[in-house]
């Protein structure tokens, strides 16, 4: 059945087709309208008939679902990205810290014979250039926090993508 919106309050009025071109009173307001011809009216009625607008599926707009799973599709990704981090920190065992390092030095040269700590002595000598950079076992160590750091990073921005996606959704769904 046709409707037709009340221009005085906006009621949706279900017309017959047989009162084209005639007047009803609106059940809202009483007060009295003006019904199309016959024409205007089966185009009415076949709007009020028709299923809901392709724009719209499940009661969510089409823009709105494609964000959502452009929101889940990056999440997805990051969490990829963060999981690939740190599997790769795991993977790499943990070096010695600084103070296992002098802890080892501090063992091993007393009980060095005078002849090996001169040839240690020279061995430095020779790295004295290279003593301005790290020593491998730090350098293993901010690989090894590099891994870390992204992982959680990449985690981090997957869970915050998965929330708003989620809060997204759930405030399109309340009715306005
Ligand atoms: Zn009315």
């Known amino acids: 059945m046709p409707k037709l919106p009340c221009p005085a309050c906006g009621f949706s009025i279900e017309v017959a087709i047989s009162r084209a071109g005639s007047e009803v009173a609106c ?3 009483e007060k009295i309208i003006s019904v199309p011809k016959l024409g205007e009216l ?5 709007d009020a008939d028709a299923p809901p607008s392709p724009a719209v599926a499940g009661g969510t707009p089409i823009g709105l679902r494609a964000a959502f799973a452009c929101l889940i599709g990056i999440a997805a990704i990051a969490a990829v990205f963060g999981g690939y981090c ?3 920190f795991a993977s ?4 010695p810290t600084t103070a296992d390092h002098l802890a080892e030095v501090e063992t091993v040269y007393p009980q060095l014979a005078a ?3 001169v040839r240690e002595w020279q061995t430095m000598e020779s790295f004295t250039e290279a003593f ?3 020593y491998e076992y730090q350098m293993v160590a901010n ?3 590099g891994w870390l750091v992204r992982g959680l990073i990449g985690l981090g921005i997957a869970a915050a993508l998965t929330i708003a996606a989620a809060v997204m959704m759930r405030t ?5």
């Open 143 to 145: 690989v090894r926090r």
């Open 115 to 117: 002849a090996q700590l």
């Open 27 to 29: 059940p809202s307001c």
């Open 132 to 134: 301005a950079h790290p």
């Open 42 to 46: 089966r185009r009415l009625a076949a």
């Open 92 to 95: 790499i065992p943990k070096p």
């Open 86 to 88: 740190l599997v790769r």
């Open 172 to 176: 399109s769904r309340r009715p306005t």
